[in-house]
Structures are given as C-alpha cells and as structure tokens.
C-alpha cells in the first residue's frame, strides 16, 4: 500500500468514527430534548453533530488536491464548499454582534435623559443554538453595552433540553432588569408543550415575562403583547389606557404592528421572528422571507400606518445550524 493510500484510508477511519460518534450524540441529546417528535428531534441532532465531519472533509480535500486524488477543480469546489460551511457552522454563529441605534420615541421633546434600551430575540435554546458559549457571550456583550433594560422579544427556545433551568442561570449575571414575551416556538407553534418548563426557568433566573403587562417608566411604557401566532395579540384596549406618556411596545412577530391602532402618540414596537433570513443567499432567502413575514419584515427599521417597528435579526438557529451573512446581533436602541 502506497503512503498515499494510507493517508486517504486514515481519512476514512476517521469519518468513520466520527459519524459514530455524531450519531451516538444525537440519540443521547435527544433523550434528553423536550420533543413531541423524538425521530424528527434525532434527525435534527444528527446533522447538528455530523456537520463536524466537515472539518477533517476540509483538510482531505487539500490532500486530495496535493496528491492529485482529485483532480485540480474538484479539489477547488468541495475546498470552497467546505469553507463556507464551516464558517457558517462554526463561526458566525459566535460571532455576536452589537448594532446601535437612536430613535426619538416622544416627537414633542426630548427625553430628559437617553435611555439605552438592549434587544435580544430568537436566542432558541435547544438543539443548535443557546449553549452555554453563546449564552456567556451575549451576556458579556450585554453588560459591556450598559443598558438600563432589556428586552428579549420571544422564541427563548427549539425543542430544549429538560435542564432549562440550569442552561439560562448565566442570564442572572447580567446588569439590568430583563423584560420578555413568548414567541411561536415558546407557544408549540410549532414545538412541545415547554411552556411551563420555560416560565419556571424565566423565574428563576431573572427574567420578567410582562405579556399583557405594563412597565411604567419616567418619560415612556413598556407594554408586552401575546405571540400572533398563538392568537395571543390583541391590543384593540390600547386606546382606552393612559396615554400622557409614548408607548414601546414587545412582541414577538414585526407582522403583529398591523394590529396596532391609532394612539395620540406613534409607538415603537420591537419584534424579532424573522431572523434577518439567518442564511444569506440571492434570491432564495427573498422568496423565503414572503412565508416568514407577511408585511414584508426582515430587519431594521419600518413604518407602517399607526405605529413604527424595528425587526432584530436574533441569536439563534432553527431548521439548519448554519448562520451566513447575518451574525447573531443584540440591538441596542437609545431613546432619545
């Protein structure tokens, strides 16, 4: 047997063992994952884990190259391939962006003093993303922001495991009060029934759920709305509550701004759902969003008719482990 030979043979053995072990990962996570569809959750989890096959791919593929294995434009594509996924599977998803951004949410002044308001969403603890690396990093970007609150606007997660409480306990190191609403995957649209597993782990760990809830502040309220998809997003009563301060309102879906009304003073909804497309891709990503959000949100800043609303690309995954071209960002919004 040529060198040659035995090095493409030690390849093999090695995604070989590594398929193993990646499937052995699967089902034990799985055992674990709060599913009401264990072989659909295991599938899942077996590409989550095989995807690191991609890394000894990566360097066969050079040897392939180098020893003519393959020829010099298959060498290139599965190269170029490789690359792509391994940055979008093991790179930017822990690249945790922070984004700033100043909005004047009381047209008649100023307020006294800015207030510096953090938005998270989609964080989708569970099976590909909001692992205890990615938690301690958006709570480490999070405090060196300094925020006075923040907000997590829905889906803390995707068929998690049953030790929730103990993966979210690195949100009690952050520096400001922390205010949520649910999001689709929160109310089994689609997903199990976690809804009383994710309301003790909130509890424990710091993080008030203000759904139907009003946060009086000194210049402006802070009111949480029910996920849309759940039915839950009813805000025809805002008319008939205070208005003598602007409103900022937490939801979950940016479609929900269609059903705010006419208030004296123009709101601020801030909504996450969309994940800004989470892979990047001409054309396909454009055609995807249409059955994402109906209203056409993706991210940043819209105006609709009686209400504004500004669209985070989130933190975490769903459907692929994979994140290209739109890093995981926490939104810090001053308000002005």
Same mark, same amino acid.
């Given at each position: 047997?040529?060198?040659?030979?035995?090095?493409?043979?030690?390849?093999?053995?090695?995604?070989?063992?590594?398929?193993?072990?990646?499937?052995?990962?699967?089902?034990?996570?799985?055992?674990?994952t709060?599913?009401?569809?264990?072989?659909?959750?295991?599938?899942?989890?077996? !590409?989550?884990?095989?995807?690191?096959?991609?890394?000894? +791919?990566?360097?066969?593929?050079?040897?392939a190259?180098w020893?003519?294995?393959?020829?010099?434009?298959e060498s290139?594509?599965?190269?170029? +391939?490789?690359?792509?996924?391994i940055?979008a599977?093991?790179?930017e998803?822990h690249m945790?962006?922070?984004?700033?951004?100043?909005?004047?949410?009381?047209?008649?002044?100023?307020?006294?003093?800015?207030?510096?308001? !953090?938005?998270?969403?989609?964080?989708?603890?569970?099976?590909?993303?909001?692992?205890?690396?990615?938690?301690?990093?958006?709570?480490?970007k999070?405090?060196?922001?300094?925020?006075?609150?923040?907000?997590? !606007?829905?889906?803390?997660?995707?068929?998690?495991?049953n030790?929730?409480?103990?993966?979210?306990?690195?949100?009690?190191?952050?520096?400001?009060?922390v205010?949520s609403?649910? *999001?689709n995957?929160?109310?089994?649209?689609?997903g199990?029934?976690?809804?009383?597993?994710?309301?003790?782990?909130?509890?424990?760990?710091n993080?008030?759920?203000?759904? *139907?809830?009003?946060?009086?502040?000194?210049?402006?309220? +802070?009111?949480?709305?029910?996920?849309?998809?759940?039915?839950?997003a009813?805000?025809?009563f805002m008319?008939?509550?205070?208005?003598?301060?602007?409103?900022?309102?937490?939801?979950?879906?940016?479609?929900?701004v269609?059903?705010v009304? !006419?208030?004296?003073?123009?709101?601020l909804?801030?909504? *996450?759902?969309?994940?800004?497309?989470?892979?990047?891709?001409p054309?396909?990503?454009?055609?995807i969003?249409?059955?994402?959000?109906? +209203?056409g949100?993706?991210?940043?800043?819209?105006?609709?008719?009686h209400?504004?609303?500004?669209?985070?690309?989130?933190?975490?995954m769903?459907?692929?482990?994979?994140r290209?071209?739109?890093p995981?960002?926490i939104?810090?919004?001053?308000?002005?």
């Open positions: 047997m040529s060198n040659s030979d035995t090095v493409i043979l030690v390849f093999y053995i090695i995604f070989i063992v590594l398929a193993l072990w990646a499937f052995a990962q699967a089902w034990i996570h799985q055992a674990r709060e599913t009401i569809h264990p072989f659909k959750a295991f599938v899942h989890l077996a !590409a989550f884990y095989l995807s690191y096959l991609l890394v000894p +791919l990566w360097f066969f593929t050079l040897y190259g020893s003519e294995f393959y020829s010099l434009h290139i594509f599965v190269f170029l +391939l490789t690359s792509i996924l940055y599977r093991f790179i998803p945790v962006h922070i984004n700033h951004h100043q909005y004047r949410l009381n047209p008649d002044r100023d307020f006294i003093q800015p207030v510096k308001v !953090a938005l998270i969403a989609d964080m989708h603890v569970g099976l590909f993303s909001g692992h205890e690396r990615q938690l301690k990093s958006i709570v480490k999070l405090n060196e922001a300094k925020p006075d609150i923040v907000v997590v !606007a829905g889906d803390w997660t995707y068929e998690p495991e030790r929730l409480i103990q993966e979210l306990s690195v949100l009690k190191q952050i520096h400001a009060p205010y609403v649910p *999001g995957h929160d109310e089994q649209y689609p199990p029934p976690i809804q009383t597993l994710l309301k003790d782990a909130l509890e424990q760990n993080v008030i759920d203000i759904e *139907g809830q009003i946060i009086d502040f000194d210049e402006f309220r +802070l009111i949480g709305i029910g996920d849309l998809w759940a039915g839950k009813n805000m025809r008319p008939d509550l205070p208005q003598d301060k602007p409103w900022l309102i937490l939801s979950h879906n940016p479609d929900t269609d059903m009304p !006419a208030l004296p003073t123009r709101p909804m801030l909504a *996450g759902h969309t994940h800004g497309g989470q892979i990047e891709l054309w396909i990503t454009t055609y969003m249409k059955k994402v959000s109906i +209203l949100h993706k991210k940043g800043f819209y105006t609709h008719e209400a504004d609303v500004f669209v985070t690309v989130g933190t975490g769903v459907g692929v482990p994979f290209f071209r739109v995981p960002t939104d810090i919004i001053e308000l002005i």
